[in-house]
């Protein structure tokens, strides 16, 4: 029986919290699910609101329509992906989605430019820039004082982890995953993964679906109250802290059969390293005597080897 994930049995943390309660509850919730959920994370919900129904409204639009939006050949990295591309690694099923990335602005001359194409932005919907500038905004910032708490809880320089995402190629992303099909086979809406970044900030996990696989093997139903950040580490993290902080395996399950006729949206975050940052275990986190689980990796090698691998190059 799948046990649920709820504000009394993970770690549900405040950003209004004291720094120090904050990093010891959010970084032992890591510790132990590599997911966290928060709440008072300064993401006005009025802006979060906006960007569902702008959101909502791209995908209404017809296929043909949503297709002027991607981008051949660019790693789904800005714009529009179509349904039944993304594939999570290993997997031979399609995840059953579609989404839309958007992504940092730089401007002219800026040393990651060749790392970060333009944005593009769908002129059939009013004010769909505008809205998801603000709110790539907001998480921004929420991610910034989430890794400051995890530096403290590391016990390293506060601003470390800030200043290694500052530019970074952090990626927003639209999700929608249509009501289900009478015979999906063996496709699931998110296949089990990892993400690739070091953390991602979820909005939208209130609706049933998402789950964790703990150490001991379980899923786990993952459901924030509303208005809550669903937080988990991603493989860029695991990897500089050399497991300590776990990049956990999640995936979002189909719906009960009374439920598949219902569309499922959310908007995840994450929050990546800039691209010339490199991954190398924290000496803190190798045990005396060990050497690191990985070798060091640029933030950008990483994440171009990571794509290739989920099919999104």
């Not at 300064?42 to 979060?48: E, F, K, M, V």
Request: charged residues 30%.
């Amino acid at each position: 029986m799948t046990k649920t994930i709820t504000s009394e049995s993970v770690a549900t943390v405040s950003l209004k919290d004291d720094p120090d309660t904050l990093a010891r509850d959010l970084g032992n919730s890591f510790v132990d699910y590599g997911f966290a959920i928060v709440r008072d994370h300064g993401i006005p919900q009025d802006l979060i609101d906006e960007a569902h129904e702008k959101a909502a409204a791209f995908f209404a639009l017809p296929e043909d329509v949503k297709k002027k939006y991607h981008i051949a050949g660019g790693g789904g990295a800005r714009g529009y992906t179509p349904f039944g591309i993304e594939t999570a690694k290993g997997a031979k099923a399609y995840d059953l989605k579609e989404f839309y990335h958007v992504g940092r602005d730089l401007p002219e001359g800026h040393r990651f430019r060749d790392h970060m194409a333009d944005n593009v932005w769908p002129e059939e919907i009013a004010s769909f820039e505008t809205t998801f500038k603000k709110l790539y905004a907001e998480f921004d910032k929420a991610g910034e004082r989430l890794l400051r708490a995890v530096a403290r809880f590391l016990d390293i320089e506060e601003d470390y982890l800030v200043d290694a995402i500052r530019d970074g190629n952090s990626v927003m992303r639209m999700l929608h995953y249509p009501p289900i099909p009478a015979q999906p086979g063996e496709h699931i809406r998110a296949g089990a993964h990892g993400d690739i970044n070091a953390i991602t900030l979820l909005l939208g996990a209130e609706e049933a679906g998402l789950q964790l696989l703990t150490k001991e093997g379980e899923w786990l139903d993952v459901k924030p109250k509303e208005g809550e950040l669903a937080i988990n580490i991603g493989d860029m993290l695991d990897r500089l802290t050399n497991g300590y902080l776990p990049s956990t395996q999640h995936r979002v399950i189909n719906p009960a059969p009374e439920r598949a006729s219902n569309a499922r949206y959310s908007m995840p975050f994450f929050l990546h390293f800039r691209s010339d940052f490199m991954i190398e275990a924290l000496p803190s986190c190798v045990p005396e005597g060990e050497e690191p689980k990985n070798p060091p990796i640029t933030a950008d090698d990483y994440l171009q080897q990571r794509l290739a691998e989920i099919k999104l190059k």
